[in-house]
C-alpha cells in the first residue's frame, strides 16, 4: 500500500479538511473546510492548485471574513444544476 510522506518532515499525509488564512484586498479572511492534506507529524498542509484558486476566489466573492469552503461548493452546484435544468 503507498503512503503519501510529508516533504518537511517525512511524517505520514493524511486526507483531512483544514482552515486556510488569505488576504484580499487588505483583509484576512479564514477560509473553513478546505479539503486537502495535512502531515500527521508536523501539521504541514497540503492544498492542490484548483482547490486554492477556488479558495481565492470565495475569498474574494464573498464579504464575510470566515467563510466555509464546502458551502460555497455546494451553492455552486445548486446554480449549476439549475442552470443545466
Do not use: W
Amino acid at each position: 500500500m503507498f503512503t503519501n510522506k510529508c516533504k518537511r518532515c517525512g511524517g505520514k499525509v493524511i486526507s483531512a479538511n483544514t482552515n486556510i488564512e488569505i488576504e484580499t484586498n487588505g483583509v484576512l479572511k479564514t477560509i473553513t473546510n478546505v479539503p486537502g492534506e495535512k502531515c500527521s507529524k508536523c501539521g504541514h498542509i497540503i492544498v492542490d492548485n484548483i482547490t486554492m484558486e477556488k479558495v481565492k476566489q470565495y475569498a474574494a466573492d464573498y464579504p464575510a471574513n470566515t467563510i466555509d469552503y464546502a458551502m460555497c461548493e455546494a451553492e455552486e452546484m445548486v446554480v449549476i444544476q439549475t442552470l443545466l435544468l
